[in-house]
């Protein structure tokens, strides 16, 4: 168990935050430091988030597909390929 001394002032923001929110200080102390954590770590991409997309999708494509400008790149330069392929 933890036991951390406040001062007067950061005693006085928990408690206010402890009455807005109508938890207890355990719950708002745990929930900041997961916040907190979460900064720490590095950001996943799209394809991460979303449970990684299958691998041998990924064979031919560059390392940087995942940024959202190499896609919108990648997208467009397929549909125009498609669409001359078409005419």
């Not at 200080?25 to 979460?38: A, D, V």
């Amino acid at each position: 168990m933890l036991s951390i001394n406040l001062d007067r002032e950061t005693e006085s923001y928990l408690a206010e935050i402890i009455a807005q929110e109508n938890t207890s200080s355990e719950e708002i102390l745990k929930k900041l430091i997961y916040q907190h954590w979460q900064t720490l770590k590095p950001r996943q991409t799209l394809a991460q988030r979303r449970g990684n997309p299958p691998k041998h999708l990924l064979q031919n494509a560059a390392s940087d597909t995942s940024l959202r400008e190499n896609r919108k790149k990648i997208v467009s330069e397929y549909i125009q390929n498609r669409h001359q392929k078409h005419n």
